[in-house]
């Protein structure tokens, strides 16, 4: 339940960054073997790579309990990743599934289920764990149609809605467009031939008039970018080392071709058949900003059909008119034009982007309200327990500020080290992404201790329980009912999306909104964020 959960959240640095490249993506390809061995009473999950893995995160859960994310310490005379399962027992489930590197990109795996047996090993080992009833993998064709849906309600003919999937080759790992007819094409610097402000941009987009669905194979770090009234500008460029890149929209850059477009987007990564984790993982996000109502649908073999997004049953205006009468008046500017050049109503920024960076006029909204928990807890201890973790206690030290936690199964000792600002709580940053000691050297993990995974999750508790106004009281950590209680300081962006999008079934979400309103909203499983592993069909539906 930490940053490491942000499969998609990760990537979304793609407004902010001039070159597109995620920092967490699919896995790539059958490169890693795993499992849950049983050696005495000690149960361990395992992880064997076959590529250039330097670490591995496990997520978990034991019997459907809370999810936990770990780093995996390298047992050398195994050759594989190991990490102890403290509370496993011969008969327990194991949910698990895996973040690991290969070079310097970050790969998530499929979800992989297996209980733990007698005989040193366990019954249905690598069993993938897909909401709803999963087809047969081995029946995919491994294409899927996808499929854009005009429902602006006649505000802007299909000639007008605009759309382009780019992303990344599986067989080259070079950035990809996808034509017309849904084929995987090489971007080059030769496709910049559209003017706009006297500088060309890249010729990916085509109108709904042109075509409204293309089936495509496998792609990898993928985006589906949808557009009203002209097409997105995106230009394809060199890296430093002068590999083809291309530079995506800047919400925060006042030259930036895209401000005055109303555009959106959608993540997903396409796997390939015949990897343990084939299939989609695909969402819909408001973490960087909203530009119009979105709802995703995704179909697939065995029956699969889930949908998340915004139901779009309210109108554009009305979501608009919504937000400034919902959101606290610190909020309200986030609907408002952040540049000169912007028009009215173009998007409603998130918090980080606009008025709440560090020297803007709600830079400090939220210090008051952080520096009364630091306060507090000076003189009392901070209690939580973490499932399979066990209970910590935090103390702030009143001579450094520094939140210093101990106990745990494994009677550690963690850090936040001092007291994060408003930017470093909304973004999850900082101090509260920071796995250094007191001394400036780094938590390590060992098979004793994964002390730099568990300080890190530790801080992902804390930030989204600020975000949230719930630190206080650790029995409302997820417990969306208590969340951003009625005149509190807190993240209310993101409560506005959870209040205005289509409700989980499952779960601490079940009857709670499903959004990504900040990088770490999926703290307790409340993302919009879906996979299976025989897709068909996935359409995006654009409101207004």
């Not at 194991?94 to 795996?109: K, L």
């Not at 920024?349 to 008025?355: D, R």
């Amino acid at each position: 339940m930490n940053r490491l959960l942000s499969w998609l959240g990760a990537c979304l640095a793609f407004l902010a960054l001039s070159v597109s490249v995620p920092t967490t993506q699919a896995q790539t390809n059958a490169s890693f073997s795993h499992g849950v061995a049983l050696n005495g009473s000690q149960a361990t999950l395992w992880f064997k790579s076959n590529v250039a893995t330097t670490w591995v995160d496990a997520h978990y859960q034991l019997n459907g309990g809370p999810q936990q994310n770990l780093r995996m310490p390298f047992n050398g005379g195994a050759a594989r990743y190991e990490l102890a399962l403290a509370g496993a027992a011969v008969g327990t489930r194991v949910d698990y599934w895996f973040t690991y590197n290969n070079g310097n990109p970050a790969y998530d795996s499929a979800r992989f289920s297996a209980t733990v047996a007698s005989g040193g090993g366990t019954t249905d080992p690598g069993t993938p764990q897909n909401p709803g009833n999963p087809g047969n993998p081995a029946d995919w064709n491994a294409k899927t149609t996808f499929k854009i849906e005009n429902a602006t309600n006649g505000r802007w003919p299909d000639s007008q809605v605009y759309w382009a999937i780019i992303g990344k080759s599986w067989q080259t790992g070079e950035f990809v467009h996808v034509d017309a007819g849904g084929n995987v094409v090489p971007m080059r610097l030769s496709d910049n031939t559209v003017t706009k402000n006297g500088r060309k941009y890249a010729n990916y987009f085509f109108p709904l008039s042109q075509t409204k669905q293309i089936t495509i194979p496998p792609v990898n770090s993928a985006r589906v970018l949808m557009s009203v009234g002209s097409p997105m500008f995106i230009e394809v460029n060199t890296d430093g080392a002068g590999n083809i890149a291309y530079a995506g929209a800047n919400i925060e850059n006042a030259s930036d071709p895209n401000l005055d477009v109303i555009f959106d987007f959608g993540e997903f990564a396409l796997i390939p058949k015949g990897q343990p984790d084939q299939g989609i993982f695909i969402n819909t996000t408001r973490v960087d900003h909203f530009g119009f109502p979105l709802k995703l649908r995704v179909q697939g073999l065995g029956g699969y059909d889930k949908t998340v997004g915004e139901p779009l049953t309210e109108s554009r205006d009305a979501l608009f008119t919504k937000f400034q009468q919902e959101v606290p008046v610190e909020f309200r500017s986030l609907a408002d034009p952040n540049f000169a050049n912007v028009p009215y109503r173009t998007r409603i920024l998130a918090p980080a982007h606009f008025t709440f960076r560090p020297g803007d006029v709600n830079g400090a909204y939220l210090d008051g309200y952080i520096g009364d928990m630091w306060n507090r807890f000076k003189t009392q201890d901070l209690v939580f327990t973490l499932d399979n973790l066990g209970t910590f206690r935090g103390r702030v030290d009143g001579s450094t500020n520094r939140f210093v936690f101990t106990g745990g199964r494994s009677n550690g000792t963690y850090y936040i080290n001092g007291k994060p600002n408003t930017a470093e709580v909304f973004l999850g940053s900082g101090k509260l992404d920071d796995p250094r000691k007191p001394d400036g050297s780094f938590q390590v993990d060992t098979p004793a201790d994964a002390a730099k995974s568990i300080q890190l999750q530790i801080q992902a508790q804390v930030c989204a329980a600020l975000n949230r106004h719930v630190l206080a009281t650790p029995a409302d950590w997820y417990r969306p009912a208590a969340f951003y209680p009625a005149g509190t300081r807190g993240n209310w962006f993101a409560k506005f999306w959870h209040d205005h999008s289509i409700k989980g079934t499952e779960g601490a979400a079940n009857g709670y909104g499903l959004a990504y309103g900040f990088a770490y909203d999926d703290v307790g499983g409340f993302s919009p964020s879906l996979h299976t592993n025989a897709p068909t069909t996935v359409t995006y539906t654009i409101g207004w």
